[in-house]
């Protein structure tokens, strides 16, 4: 376990100023965006390179020490947290853009690189990489690979595991492991770039990332819709994407976040509805033009406004009402309980409708949110941790969300991860022999469980 | 275990506290969490540690202290904050309830205290350090804030300008009338702030003239002193700060508008009434006191709504690429964002250029950049570049205190811009 001296060898790693030990720099790695956990970890460390992390998890594995790898610590998971105290591995001093190739369609970057700031760089040089987050702003890279990122673009591109051609990655034992490559096909042996993707910082620390890219779309056009009711809102979509067009972005926020739109869309509209659809479509001028239109006239027929917005600051407008929805909703309520299933497109107007049954039945508030485009949502149940009653009420009615979710066909996280966050759920959620694969594959990377220890799945089943 | 009664300030900024979500989108925009990738660096951490204070988590130690610190209170984190929470308010709150805790650390306790509220004496000492900086430091063109500056200055070798031989208010007169026949329009104060009055006295004498010419009589109250920013909101001394703001109230009762040429004196003296405001007699006059000021382009653009030929480029001037570095203090807290971008706009002598992220702090941040001078320079390497790439001959601003961090780090650089206030520009 942890012990002192343990300090001294990290500076001697590392150097003295990428390491914090100091009651004040520890608190503020004991939390992530969830508000459910803390804890305080024993020392922080900042590498700057692969070796470090390397001789960092030599020292951890036969110390026996707990490791949680952690990058912006913007997850709403719980996954970065270090429930089990030990080192914080902190890889946000490792953010180089090491390169962009125009040619190869692919960049190489250090795991601390903000997601927005490659994004800008990307931008540059005519590319993109589709994943989204909404915490763009101030999640790493390692982390949208090891989560497994989303985000509402995902509807057309995919999520992050369809951009990873490469990663460097250090092995709990230390060893420094190349998987995959540069090239966009790849069929050499197991794909165990993707093992690594979405394993939640359990497996091994990513040290270096190969991005597959796109070039960037030429044009985009984003409408919004106003529509007076739930269900109808999830038959629109459901009839947008059946009409043949794919849009890039098809976006949900319901009442409780109005707030946001308001000087936006016109009052008397917005004060009757229930729902503001955001839905963009992108890719050549002419394309984008006679998309938009289709989009239009479904949405017309349907919704109490329907507006185009008229240029790009119009649009960044609405997209950014639509990204403060998580924050917006989380300063209502002392406690928010954040939920993450992806239902099946045809079955999203039940879900929507059986989810506010449900928090009628339980008697809390339900906000629904979320990229209803591939059916992922994010119903969030606004309590008070404080206020137990109410508390176990709105946990009780989370729980019945998931399983209607699953009822559905639907999955327990669509791109949030487990993390603390739904590891009581896992069990319903997966079939019990890929729990025990999953297991499996961590006691032959991870024989001593140092990596990010106490998440995915409960301790009790350990 | 503490009670929240320890925190009185912390208590009244408690809904900014309790706003933030820890999303973490500020650690896209933070200058100091852009060089240290530290989380106690970043608003979020921030706002962590001052909760962990108020809970009893936490203690008000020096460490503590030393984090809160660790912020140019540039406003970007709130600009961009989804929920809207202020934090640089939560920062400067804690920062005086640590104040009050546990007092204030040798020299800023003298400085502060007891010497910047004495402008005379003030005065006095500036002119003796004077004399030292002539010995000890590397001169550069222009010229010393405060006390406090020059004596970190003294030993970490920055490139500051020299403090003036004579300072602006014992170089004009307290009442500056227009030139006869030109009629007054307006009558206004002028606050000069300890920047222009011991550093840039040309910078005042060109004010004064342009504005006379213009049909405003200036009025230099004699009364005046230090605006108290590095004070209350530097370094947290509220009773202090209260006593400086009393000051400049008096001198200035008597007048509609008071004219700023320091975005960060403007600021602070607009925010007495947030942050000093301890009784409704204080309330009122700071917030009648906040209605009349005014910055030096706001005035130009908005009130007296010259036309471009007002604006007489000087002659050595004429035919220049300039380009704007825009203060923390006067886009975000101030909301003037386009009067000085207008003004540079509309003069046909000089070719206008905006550099890439014009509103990025330059990590001068008054105290800050005493407390982390090594840090300061980082996060003015990023405002080079921008000048850099811009190939301007001249960068403007609206505000001393950013022209002081601007000269230390195009010199350093061995740039070629020369740094000025934009009202220097003119005849």
Redesign the interface.
């Known amino acids: 376990m942890f012990n002192a001296k343990h300090v001294d060898q990290l500076r001697r790693i590392v150097g003295k100023d990428n390491v914090?030990a100091?009651?004040?720099?520890l608190?503020?790695?004991?939390?992530?965006?969830t508000?459910m956990w803390q804890h305080l970890p024993d020392v922080?460390v900042?590498p700057t390179n692969a070796n470090q992390i390397s001789d960092i998890l030599k020292l951890a594995n036969e110390s026996r020490i707990p490791v949680t790898p952690r990058g912006?610590?913007?997850n709403v998971s719980g996954g970065s947290i270090p429930i089990k105290g030990g080192i914080v591995l902190?890889t946000?001093?490792m953010?180089r853009i090491i390169e962009i190739n125009r040619t190869n369609l692919n960049a190489t970057v250090e795991p601390?690189v903000?997601l927005?700031?490659l994004q800008e760089a990307l931008a540059k040089e005519g590319l993109f990489f589709p994943p989204d987050p909404q915490?763009?702003?101030?999640?790493t890279m390692g982390g949208v690979v090891a989560e497994n990122s989303g985000g509402p673009s995902c509807l057309k591109y995919g999520v992050a595991k369809q951009y990873v051609l490469g990663l460097e990655v250090v092995l709990a034992d230390g060893r420094i492991v190349k998987l995959g490559g540069l090239t966009p096909k790849n069929r050499t042996g197991y794909e165990l770039a993707m093992l690594f993707t979405g394993s939640e910082g359990t497996l091994g620390v990513i040290s270096k990332i190969t991005l597959r890219l796109l070039p960037s779309q030429k044009s985009s056009q984003t409408i919004v819709a106003v529509i007076s009711d739930v269900a109808v809102a999830g038959e629109t979509v459901t009839e947008i994407i059946a009409s043949g067009v794919l849009p890039s972005k098809v976006e949900f926020v319901d009442n409780w976040t109005f707030e946001k739109f308001r000087g936006l869309l016109p009052d008397e509209i917005l004060d009757k509805s229930q729902v503001i659809l955001l839905i963009q479509v992108d890719g050549l001028p002419e394309t984008v033009e006679a998309e938009a239109q289709q989009v239009v006239d479904i949405c017309q027929s349907r919704a109490g406004e329907v507006k185009v917005a008229q240029n790009q600051a119009e649009a960044d407008r609405y997209w950014q009402a639509r990204?403060?929805h998580?924050?917006?909703i989380?300063?209502r309520t002392h406690t928010i309980v954040n939920e993450d299933v992806s239902v099946p497109r045809d079955k999203i107007a039940d879900f929507i409708k059986l989810g506010q049954e449900s928090a009628k039945k339980y008697d809390v508030p339900i906000s629904f949110a979320g990229h209803v485009g591939d059916g992922n949502f994010h119903p969030v149940v606004l309590t008070d941790s404080r206020n137990k009653e109410h508390y176990n009420r709105s946990l009780k009615c989370v729980e019945e969300i998931i399983e209607i979710a699953l009822s559905l066909g639907g999955v327990l996280s669509g791109e949030h991860g487990i993390g603390l966050e739904k590891q009581r759920f896992l069990k319903k959620a997966m079939d019990p022999a890929a729990i025990e694969i999953m297991k499996a594959i961590k006691d032959v990377l991870d024989p001593n469980h140092i990596l990010n220890p106490g998440k995915i799945w409960e301790e009790t089943s350990d | 275990m503490k009670t929240s009664l320890n925190f009185e300030q912390i208590d009244r900024f408690k809904e900014d506290l309790d706003k933030c979500t820890k999303c973490g989108f500020c650690m896209s925009y933070c200058p100091v969490y852009q060089e240290e990738h530290v989380e106690s660096s970043v608003a979020r951490g921030k706002i962590m540690l001052i909760r962990a204070l108020l809970d009893g988590t936490l203690e008000a130690t020096d460490e503590m202290a030393e984090q809160l610190n660790r912020c140019t209170l540039c406003m970007t984190c709130a600009e961009n904050c989804p929920a809207g929470t202020q934090v640089p308010a939560v920062i400067t709150a804690a920062r005086a309830d640590k104040v009050r805790l546990k007092g204030l650390s040798f020299p800023y306790n003298i400085v502060y205290r007891w010497l910047l509220p004495r402008r005379r004496l003030f005065g006095g000492v500036v002119r003796l350090a004077s004399w030292f900086q002539g010995i000890f430091l590397p001169k550069t063109e222009g010229t010393i804030r405060h006390l406090s500056l020059f004596l970190s200055a003294l030993g970490k070798g920055r490139h500051i300008p020299q403090i003036a031989p004579k300072f602006l208010r014992q170089s004009v007169p307290e009442i500056n009338k227009p030139p006869a026949g030109v009629e007054v329009k307006y009558t206004v104060g002028y606050f000069t702030g300890c920047m222009t009055d011991f550093v840039f006295p040309e910078l005042g004498k060109k004010i004064i003239n342009f504005l006379t010419r213009n049909s405003v009589e200036v009025v230099v109250p004699r009364g005046q002193g230090c605006c108290g920013a590095p004070v209350f909101l530097g370094a947290g001394d509220f009773a202090t700060g209260r006593r400086m703001a009393d000051t400049n109230v008096k001198a200035f009762k008597e007048l509609d508008y008071i004219i700023t040429d320091c975005a960060t004196c403007a600021s602070a003296m607009k925010d007495y009434v947030k942050f000093l405001a301890d009784n409704d007699d204080r309330k009122r006059e700071y917030t009648e006191f906040a209605g009349k000021i005014k910055d030096i382009t706001e005035f130009l653009v908005d009130v007296l709504q010259l036309p471009p030929s007002a604006y007489r480029v000087a002659g050595e001037f004429k035919g220049k690429t300039v380009t704007w570095h825009e203060p923390c203090h006067l886009g975000r807290y101030l909301g003037v964002k386009e009067q000085p971008r207008k003004i540079l706009k509309s003069i046909p002598d000089i070719h206008f250029v905006e550099m890439p992220d014009a509103d990025r702090c330059c990590g001068m941040a008054g105290t800050f950049s005493i407390y982390f001078y090594d840090l300061s320079k980082k996060i003015a390497d990023k405002k080079a570049a921008s000048i850099d790439s811009t190939g301007a001959d001249i960068v403007v601003t609206d505000c001393p205190g950013c022209q002081i961090q601007l000269i230390d780090s195009t010199t350093r650089h061995g740039m070629p811009q020369k740094v000025m206030h934009i009202m220097e520009l003119f005849e």
């Open positions: 914090l100091t009651q004040e720099e608190l503020a790695y004991s939390y992530d965006a508000n922080v900042l912006g610590g913007t902190c946000t001093r953010n601390g903000i927005q700031d915490s763009a702003q101030g999640c990204t403060a998580f924050s917006d989380s300063s």
